[in-house]
């Protein structure tokens, strides 16, 4: 079981070049990190006072 765990990388630079296709998975890791940043940012700042979901309290009847 504990083979399983240890890493088959030489070293942590051998990792982050993951086989000549590092720059193409960290960019990628990158953009969707971003992308999720952004929107729990925008899910977290308050609405606009003139937006029509925020004066509707109750919803629909």
């Given at each position: 079981m504990l083979e399983a765990l240890t890493p088959w990388w030489p070293d942590v630079a051998a990792f982050l070049r993951m086989?000549?296709?590092?720059?193409?998975?960290w960019a990628?890791?990158?953009a969707c990190a971003l992308a999720v940043a952004l929107e729990a940012w925008v899910l977290w700042r308050p609405a606009p006072?003139?937006?029509a979901l925020a004066a509707?309290?109750?919803?629909?009847?």
């Open positions: 086989g000549r296709h590092g720059g193409y998975v990628a890791f990158g006072p003139g937006n509707d309290e109750g919803g629909a009847p």
